[in-house]
């Protein structure tokens, strides 16, 4: 609950601004979309850098040290965001952004730590549901200040809250977190080794190539969706904002009946329906040519990725529990910081190739890459992930009980 709410409250304000992000480096700060890719490239960049460290500093001396020192790190940015004279100091901004990826292993591992195997998929919905209760207001109320005050005083207004709302939950987590594992030995030595990165079961690796390939494709357009909106479509700022409301109302209210289901009938149905739906609306923005036909591609988005359980590249209710039912909880927070370090090298020149073919070819481009590429995605992930049977998630839940009662004898 900690983490829930301290995540709802932080996404209540960072949700009001991000939406119009892209527009206001382009009409203020003076950014190309190609240079909007080479922002998104440089945070890629410091993803890869502190992800996978942060992974292996999270199962060597436990997730809520990080959790704290991460979550403070997220004041940083939005102060040198607020000071901007230009697009390029967005850059040293970017790099503590990224910066902040050091706790998300952590993060996903002391949610799927909290849970027990069976009710995985229920407890990420819940999770889920809380955590998208900002975005069924905050676009709106963000697209609103916009459209009345302009960009550069509405988006001033929010990145102060922000570094306010920061700073309270990094005291908040510091006080109610609670440790979920037993830190390893001292004789253990913290470094990236070829095992780390390459020696996972292979539901795992073939997870991994599945994350890279849905990233790469995500990363072609998730930074000029809503530019798209605003410049192609001809949308207000309101009427942007009033989509994504529409998309977290979808997403808040279906997200634990997709875990439900996920427990039921298992994680693979679940993160296919997204992976399949995902690609088909990138296509169907292509075509939209007002209003009701881009709320419509995003409304169908936000109800795949709810019950689906699957973000666009790698994550989400559904993907989680099933890294969770695999994966041991020593090392949960590894592979997920394994995860998103290689997806992220990957993913570095995909924005900036997005931004590229906006600028060259056409904006309607990127969607058309990132649609095909979403789809060989999908396939491998049907075709080369087994889920665990019952059986096996059962001994994985003996393992994390016996970890349980050790600390307790510890403590």
């Known amino acids: 609950m900690t983490i829930s709410l301290t995540t709802m409250v932080f996404s209540l304000c960072s949700m009001a601004w991000h939406p119009f992000w892209p527009k206001y480096l382009k009409d203020n700060l003076g950014a190309s979309a190609l240079e909007i890719g080479l922002i998104s490239g440089v945070r890629s960049a410091q993803n890869m850098i502190f992800a996978l460290p942060g992974g292996l500093l999270a199962d060597r001396y436990g997730r809520r040290r990080v959790i704290v020192y991460g979550t403070f790190l997220n004041t940083f940015s939005p102060i040198i965001y607020f000071l901007a004279p230009s697009w390029h100091w967005i850059m040293v901004a970017a790099f503590f952004e990224g910066l902040t990826s ?52 509405g988006l001033r207004m929010f990145l102060i809250l922000q570094i306010f709302v920061s700073l309270g939950i990094t005291y908040v987590r510091w006080r109610l977190t609670k440790e979920t594992v037993i830190p390893a030995t001292a004789g253990r030595k913290l470094m990236i080794s070829k095992e780390i990165l390459f020696g996972q079961e292979k539901p795992i690796k073939v997870m991994l190539v599945v994350a890279i390939i849905g990233s790469f494709s995500a990363r072609l357009v998730m930074d000029f969706m809503n530019l798209y909106a605003l410049e192609i479509v001809k949308i207000s700022n309101t009427q942007l904002g009033l989509i994504s409301t529409g998309v977290g109302l979808l997403t808040a209210f279906l997200a634990l009946p997709g ?54 590249g790698a994550g989400g209710p559904s993907w989680n529990a099933l890294i969770a039912d695999i994966v041991p909880p020593e090392k949960r927070a590894t592979v997920i910081g394994t995860q998103n370090t290689l997806t992220a090298i990957i993913g570095i020149p995909s924005a900036m190739i997005g931004g590229w073919m906006w600028q060259t070819i056409s904006p309607q481009t990127p969607f058309m890459f990132s649609g095909v590429l979403g789809l060989i995605a999908a396939g491998v992930f049907w075709f080369g992930v087994k889920e665990p049977t019952q059986e096996e998630k059962r001994k994985i839940h003996e393992l994390e009980q016996k970890q349980r009662e050790l600390e307790k004898r510890k403590n």
């Open 102 to 153: 050091i706790y998300m292993p952590a993060f996903t591992a002391i949610v799927a730590d909290s849970m027990p195997p069976t009710r995985r998929g229920a407890g990420y919905g819940v999770y889920s549901m809380i955590t998208s209760l900002p975005s069924m207001i905050s676009p709106l109320i963000g697209g609103i200040v916009m459209d009345n005050f302009g960009y550069v005083d």
């Open 259 to 312: 875990g439900m289901l996920s427990d039921r009938y298992g994680r693979k149905n679940n993160i296919m329906l997204a992976r399949v739906t995902n690609p088909l609306t990138q296509w169907a923005l292509i075509f939209a040519v007002d209003f009701n036909g881009y709320a419509l591609a995003r409304y169908s988005n936000g109800a795949a990725q709810a019950l689906g359980g699957a973000m666009m």
